[in-house]
């Protein structure tokens, strides 16, 4: 019975998009989640990746593809950008100020409250495998990489499982 | 028992996107659940906030970065845009005149017999902050607003959660 | 019991998307799924139509408005781009020849597995009504037609459902 309750508790998010708004909607679920006593993990995958990169520091990848690709996708949670409304920037950095506004976290914020409060942090070995991002470009906060598989075991216990 | 089988009825859906497609298979979940005796609510945010905005009247918001934001992301039914083929709204012109000649329903169409079916429209307070949006913005078919700590109350029981 | 057991097993997947990545990301968790135990369905909807048609031979659909349609919004799993980086068809063009470099599968080669290993391939009748799209537009794989009651019945059966 105790693990059945346990499990009830489950919460696991695949994050697919970089997009700065959407990284927004699922770090507000995971740490209401986890405030709430779930167990929450976020699977970063493909552009999700982005998120959860280091926002300082070149990325090594090699070949001149992966290079170009890491260049141009450089990522880091201060350069996400809305998916909407970007504008060159001027739509995304609206957002931030109205966010500092009304006293709302920032993303960087939202990392550490994350993992502080017990939220896993997971990065996609497969996306890294293709895309030749190095397991060093993640930043400190991120527990460990895993496979889909590892996803689905996590999702198959969840309660609530979503895609963002 | 009673309970564990309501329990299993539940179908809750995180409208995210404020696409005219998106918002469109939404509501053909949410009414096809509700159709088969499900319990359903759908959590409106960021751009999913759109959808359930009046077509008519100004909103009036505070500061002159909320007014601009409101101003181009004025919203309401029927302001929505395909995700894909939008062609200066030709694409979704078109989409929505396919649409009329199967005889299927419009947005509009579709929130209300969501509603008349007993569909919860639920609008997120946080985006509703974040972005300035007055809660007389929203059509009167909406039930209430919510954080994502009720979203996930419902989803913890809910059967199938989505989000799209 | 023994049902009970078998529902643990199921993954349902709505695949909305027509873009490349989110194509291979659903296709990665549906055979991981299946080469786990699970009994999984993936239903293609609007643009994830686009997947599981044909690559060769014309589409054949009635008026100038499907027709047009039709021909903008061709389809084929050889034809699908990324949702970021698409750069006129540079970007597709790499991430594809980075999924080679590291002998990843093609979305054809997915495909196939998919079916191989057991999935469930199902088109949405009504995304095609409504766009005008003939049953012998899809691939042989794809193992019917049914409309969103049908995704609903399964998903509440489902330990797991997504849509991408």
Redesign the interface.
């Given at each position: 019975m105790a693990e059945k309750a346990k499990e009830?508790e489950k919460?696991t998010i695949?994050v697919?998009s970089?997009d700065l708004?959407?990284a927004?909607?699922a770090f507000?679920?995971a740490t209401?989640?986890a405030?709430?006593g779930?167990e929450v993990s976020m699977f970063f995958?493909?552009?999700g990746l982005n998120i959860i990169k280091k926002n300082k520091g070149a990325l090594k990848s090699k070949?001149l593809?992966?290079k170009?690709?890491n260049f141009?996708?450089r990522g880091g949670s201060q350069r996400l950008k809305l998916?909407?409304?970007n504008m060159l920037g001027l739509g995304t950095w609206?957002?931030k100020?109205?966010?500092k506004?009304?006293n709302?976290p920032s993303i960087d914020e939202f990392i550490t409250m994350a993992h502080q409060m017990g939220v896993k942090l997971i990065a996609c070995t497969?996306s890294c495998?293709?895309?030749?991002i190095p397991e060093d470009a993640f930043r400190s906060e991120v527990d460990s990489l895993a496979?889909?598989?590892y996803?689905?075991?996590e999702?198959?216990e969840?309660?609530?499982?979503?895609?963002?």
């Open positions: 009830k919460l695949v697919f970089g708004d959407k927004l909607a507000i679920l209401s989640g405030s709430m779930m995958t493909f552009w070949g593809m992966r170009m690709l141009m996708n998916s909407r409304f609206m957002m100020r109205l966010m506004d009304v709302y497969t495998g293709i895309m030749g496979g889909a598989a996803f689905l075991g999702a198959r969840a309660k609530v499982s979503l895609f963002i």
